[in-house]
Nanobody, 119 residues
Framework: QVQLVESGGGLVQAGGSLRLSCAASGGTFSRYTMGWFRQAPGKEREFVARIIWSSGSTYYADSVKGRFTISRDNAKNTVFLQMNSLKPEDTAVYYC????????????WGQGTQVTVSS
């Protein structure tokens, strides 16, 4: 069974940086697309970024393009989301997700980690 555990959230001032980690286990992740999503209070969950594990190909939401970077560490089965130039509107619970042999469909989700950006 695939398990995803996020970490690295916290409180940061606007303009600051955070790096989220997603430790993955229980699967052959070279066959997965890994994604980051976020959900702010009172809003629907939204896509942030994804990476195709095998190729390293990435894709970002327009709202984070140029500020966030998704990457993976093959040896540690971990996906990262480096977040720079954070804004108060980036405040949300961030979720890691894994999709087997798919680009935009995700089968597994982590429990989420809170990111709060103060103005």
């Amino acid at each position: 069974q695939v398990q995803l555990v996020e970490s690295g959230g916290g409180l940061v001032q606007a303009g600051g940086s955070l790096r989220l980690s997603c430790a993955a286990s229980g699967g052959t992740f070279s066959r997965y697309t890994m994604g980051w999503f976020r959900q702010a209070p009172g809003k629907e969950r939204e896509f942030v970024a994804r990476i195709i594990w095998s190729s390293g190909s990435t894709y970002y939401a327009d709202s984070v393009k140029g500020r966030f970077t998704i990457s993976r560490d093959n040896a540690k089965n971990t996906v990262f989301l480096q977040m720079n130039s954070l804004k108060p509107e980036d405040t949300a619970v961030y979720y890691c997700a894994a999709g087997y042999m798919a680009l935009t469909s995700y089968n597994y989700w982590g429990q989420g980690t809170q990111v709060t950006v103060s103005s």
